[in-house]
């Protein structure tokens, strides 16, 4: 590997996920405008895939195939992606009967992104596809094929333990959600990594990665009316 792609894994792996992180500890992210906020996550997510990606045409160490970049007959990606999708969903649902168990809500900042106007609906929906493509290029695919070229690792283990390490900095930048939720995310990004090490391809993760991000559409509120909030105020 050359300098510029272990800066790339540095910036992905412990930069970018440390700012995230102290963001979310600022509190700055309940002050923000959620259509600033998707606006914001869309653009730096493409930016950090398109980085990874000229790192790779730069450096010419790895092939698309490498990291993912492959596809799958249809039946088969229709079968991983429903499979990921599914675990990813149970995880979630685990969770969820955590918090109930413990009395713990979901953090304030994962719910003040939730939209609620029709046009934040439209941004978050393409907020959650760009996430779902660029996160697992960059993280499932870019990274983790990165530290599987570290010398010194058993070949039978390294794919899981490079997923772990990837799942681990990938619920750090999570931080907005807490510590319940920064330890949801690493665990679903680990799951994400799964089809990935079976199959050599990143499709059945980004489906099932922008699928899930996409219920949170099911989850969320439509603001109050102005009028109706009067109206229905003693």
Not at 201 to 215: F, Y
Request: with cysteine; glycine share 10%.
């Amino acid at each position: 590997m050359g300098v510029l792609f272990i800066a790339y894994l540095v910036l992905v792996l412990g930069v970018a996920p440390l700012l995230s992180w102290r963001a979310a500890a600022s509190g700055m992210i309940r002050l923000t405008p959620r259509m600033m906020v998707y606006r914001s996550g869309i653009t730096t997510a493409w930016l950090l895939a398109l980085t990874g990606a000229a790192v790779l045409w730069w450096e010419q160490t790895l092939a698309p195939g490498d990291v993912g970049l492959q596809l799958l007959p249809p039946v088969a990606l229709l079968g991983w992606s429903a499979a990921a999708l599914l675990a990813l969903l149970i995880c979630m649902g685990l969770f969820s009967l955590l918090r109930h168990l413990t009395g713990r809500d979901e953090s304030p900042d994962l719910l003040h992104l939730l939209p609620q106007s029709r046009q934040e609906r439209w941004l978050f929906s393409a907020l959650a596809l760009t996430a779902g493509l660029t996160e697992e290029f960059v993280f499932r695919g870019i990274a983790q094929a990165g530290l599987l070229r570290l010398p010194g690792l058993d070949e039978a283990q390294a794919p899981w333990l490079a997923a772990a390490v990837v799942a681990l900095a990938f619920g750090f930048g999570h931080g907005y959600q807490d510590g319940l939720g920064m330890l949801r995310a690493g665990l679903m990004g680990f799951v994400l990594a799964v089809p990935l090490i079976l199959t050599g391809s990143l499709l059945p993760g980004m489906v099932a990665h922008a699928a899930l991000d996409m219920t949170a559409l099911l989850r969320a509120r439509p603001a109050p009316n102005p009028g109706q909030a009067a109206e229905a105020a003693p």
